[in-house]
């Protein structure tokens, strides 16, 4: 059983940024397959960014190409989500996701079914 806990939300103004942060249990943490996801009032949940594992190619959602970065500290057993150059359009509920079980097909990282275990989501509200 993998527990992730998500922290990192807010309310900031376009423009600004925010990091999200995503502590996750397990001892296999770098072999993890990890996503962002994140679902606006009346829109299913859509892909923001993953990776497949520790190092491995990072994916990111075209609408966020360029302003959003994942990373991970095997560490601290953490994936981030630093979020730059928001906009009133990003504000939705944020979620992390984990795979404990290979990902074989790099297309998978982009669907929430692939994964296994979810964050409890955390509010990010971009102003205009």
């Known amino acids: 059983q993998v527990q992730l806990v998500e922290s990192g939300g807010g309310l900031v103004q376009a423009g600004g940024s925010l990091r999200l942060s995503c502590a996750a249990s397990g001892r296999t943490f770098s072999s993890y397959a990890m996503g962002w996801f994140r679902q606006a009032p009346e829109k299913e949940r859509e892909f923001v960014a993953g990776?497949?594992?520790?190092?491995?190619?990072?994916y990111y959602a075209d609408s966020v190409k360029g302003r959003f970065t994942i990373s991970r500290d095997n560490a601290k057993n953490t994936v981030y989500l630093q979020m730059d150059t928001l906009k009133p359009e990003d504000t939705a509920v944020y979620y992390c996701?984990?795979?404990?079980?290979?990902?074989?097909?790099?297309?998978?990282?982009?669907?929430?079914?692939?994964?296994?275990?979810w964050g409890q989501g955390t509010q990010v509200t971009v102003s205009s």
């Open positions: 990776s497949r594992w520790s190092g491995g190619t990072r």
């Open positions: 996701a984990a795979r404990s079980g290979l990902m074989r097909n790099s297309g998978s990282v982009y669907y929430p079914t692939e994964y296994d275990y």
